[in-house]
């Protein structure tokens, strides 16, 4: 994917950043290790983490510092979606547990995982620019229905009840999709 600026004077090194769902991108004698939607339909923890330690480990053995994964934010209800093979499938305390055991495993072999896509990661339509269609926005703002903001919230509920930091923030959100829920 890339490197980061360095900041000696602050002692922040620069950092190698790397983005692929299936393991070490651009580079020579890697592992391309199972997708995420293949991963989730074992619906085995154990497999999970350790394809999590796996991944941290080659990361580590290239260099990387910063994983930009796991991806959960496909939740697979567009069957010609493009991405749907990167998120672990479409429940969302699958997503959340996989998710979390593939952070565990990346960070415990000392590589920074990031995961990715929380929201509005379904759209492919025409999402890069071409000359004769302009691309469309994945931008969700106020075309977000009550359906796909409840579903959202689920993903972002059912995260958070797995991984202990706050990630269903939005009172909005919250409000509007599970009123009952709002003071979590």
């Known amino acids: 994917m890339g490197n980061s600026g360095s900041a000696?004077?602050?002692g922040f090194p620069q950092l190698c950043l790397q983005d692929s769902a299936l393991g070490v991108a651009s580079a020579d004698n890697v592992t391309a290790f199972p997708a995420g939607i293949t991963t989730g339909a074992t619906w085995d923890k154990s497999?999970?983490?350790a394809r999590g330690v796996a991944l941290g480990e080659e990361f580590r053995g290239k260099g990387t510092n910063i994983h930009l994964g796991p991806a959960?934010?496909?939740?697979?209800?567009?069957p010609l979606g493009g991405r749907n093979w990167e998120g672990f499938g479409a429940d969302p305390v699958l997503q959340a547990k996989a998710a979390a055991l593939t952070i565990k495993g990346v960070q415990?072999?000392?590589?920074i995982a990031t995961v990715k896509h929380l929201i509005g990661?379904?759209?492919e339509m025409y999402r890069m620019y071409h000359l004769f269609q302009p691309g469309y926005s994945a931008n969700i703002g106020k075309r977000c229905d009550r359906t796909t903001a409840r579903?959202?919230?689920?993903l972002l509920i059912a995260f958070q009840m797995i991984v202990?930091?706050?990630?269903?923030?939005?009172?909005?959100?919250?409000?509007?999709?599970?009123?009952?829920?709002?003071?979590l």
Do not use: H, W
């Open 108 to 111: 415990e072999q000392g590589i």
């Open 151 to 154: 579903s959202i919230t689920y």
């Open 8 to 10: 000696d004077r602050l």
């Open 47 to 49: 497999l999970m983490y």
């Open 72 to 78: 959960v934010g496909p939740m697979g209800r567009k």
């Open 121 to 123: 990661n379904e759209q």
């Open 164 to 183: 202990p930091f706050m990630s269903s923030t939005s009172g909005r959100l919250l409000k509007q999709s599970m009123p009952a829920l709002a003071p």
